[in-house]
């Protein structure tokens, strides 16, 4: 059983390990656009390719622990090899070949990131889990709320300062899973195969409705790391700490509320709460190529608020929707869901801007990709809010 102080450092290297996740994203035009004069959607898709390699690493990442044990040495060597990729990325390379290590860096994060919480989820007994994993999620939301205002600060005399510093933390992480972290006696697998998935939904057609809300959840945060960022250097000329902080004010309440907004749906109807919850965001997400530039900073306030509180009870009536005997597959088919929604979210953003900037300009264009995004978490509130109800009704 872990200690207190080294359950602290699941935290510890939570944060470290998505710390680097979105320190390029305010410098995300001039570091690949610009660099390689390509276009918003291969652009977009420096974004994408990463979690690409994520999705196809995380089963392996199971397996090989199952295999040979030793998750913090693994951990350690997964992060070398990330710290490794972070500075090819700086390098002078062709276009392809920038993408391919970036391929290769998602990979490794993701590798890395699931041994780390399978770590997590044997640390303690059963009954002080959510301890653990409470501490180990906040790691990982304040780690991508940081990286955003981080990278905007110091990536504006060089985009390619981000990609240093990145290299720097997870190197370091490295370090500190060698020298810190311990084996446990859990070792959940992370991912369920499609096949489980498809059988779990026949078996529980009504998880078919968290697993779209994780989709569509992470596929407009796919948005805010590609298309969002973009919209603000083209469009209102903001440079990029001013973009980092609005990233940041947006990721900020995401992840300070979410607790709190989980206990407010364990105590009422979560039909009201996600739902609700969903088609606010929406909104919101759906007017952002309206408003002016003094505007946004309260708007992206509003807007994380709103995403905290759709966050939280998704997984849980994504735990409520299936029998124990299946819940760790349930639970990694939602993570499979929002993986795939990150994959998909910049690659839309980028394909949507760019078509409709063809004929209309890129204000319409971004506009219209926000409506994009924005429209279908709506659509997805007003018709999943019935079946939640009724749900909720015979439990």
């Avoid at 040495?73 to 992060?79: D, G, K, N, S, V």
């Avoid at 759906?286 to 992206?300: E, H, I, K, N, R």
């Avoid at 759709?310 to 009536?317: E, G, K, Q, T």
Wanted: charged share 10%.
């Amino acid at each position: 059983m872990y200690p207190t102080w080294r359950i602290a450092v699941l935290g510890l290297m939570a944060l470290l390990m998505l710390l680097p996740v979105t320190l390029p994203v305010p410098v995300l035009r001039e570091l690949v656009a610009e660099r390689f004069g390509v276009s918003e959607l291969l652009t977009s898709l420096f974004m994408s390719i990463n979690m690409v390699g994520a999705v196809l690493a995380a089963p392996l990442a199971g397996a090989l622990a199952d295999r040979f044990g030793r998750r913090p040495l693994l951990i350690a060597a997964a992060l070398a090899l990330d710290a490794l990729c972070f500075l090819g990325l700086t390098r002078d390379v062709p276009f392809g070949l920038f993408l391919a290590v970036r391929f290769v860096e998602g990979a490794a994060h993701i590798f890395a990131l699931s041994l780390l919480l399978g770590l997590a989820s044997g640390a303690r007994p059963e009954a002080q889990r959510g301890l653990v994993m409470g501490v180990t999620g906040s790691g990982l939301l304040l780690g991508v709320a940081s990286g955003a205002p981080l990278g905007g600060r110091i990536g504006h005399p060089d985009p390619l300062v981000p990609l240093y510093v990145g290299a720097a933390v997870v190197a370091a992480a490295a370090v500190l899973a060698l020298l810190l972290l311990r084996e446990t006696g859990g070792r959940e697998r992370e991912r369920p195969g499609l096949g489980e998935i498809a059988r779990l939904v026949r078996a529980s057609p009504i998880v078919a409705i968290p697993l779209l809300f994780a989709f569509a959840d992470r596929f407009t945060v796919g948005f805010f790391t590609s298309t969002f960022p973009l919209f603000l250097r083209n469009i209102h000329a903001l440079p990029p700490a001013r973009i980092g902080l609005l990233i940041a004010v947006f990721m900020l309440p995401f992840a300070a509320l979410s607790f709190p907004f989980g206990i407010l749906s364990q105590k009422t109807s979560r039909a009201f709460v996600l739902c609700g919850g969903s088609f606010a965001y929406g909104c919101l997400v759906a007017s952002l190529g309206f408003w002016p530039t003094g505007a946004l900073l309260g708007v992206m306030l509003a807007t994380g608020t709103a995403a905290a509180v759709m966050f939280v009870p998704s997984m849980l009536f994504t735990a409520d929707a299936t029998p124990e005997s299946v819940r760790t597959t349930s639970m990694g088919a939602f993570n499979a869901a929002g993986s795939f929604g990150f994959i998909v979210g910049p690659l839309t953003g980028g394909l949507v801007s760019q078509t409709v900037a063809a004929s209309a300009g890129w204000p319409a264009g971004y506009a219209a990709a926000f409506a994009v995004a924005g429209g279908f978490k709506i659509l997805l509130a007003l018709g999943a809010f019935r079946a939640i109800r009724r749900f909720e009704r015979k439990t």
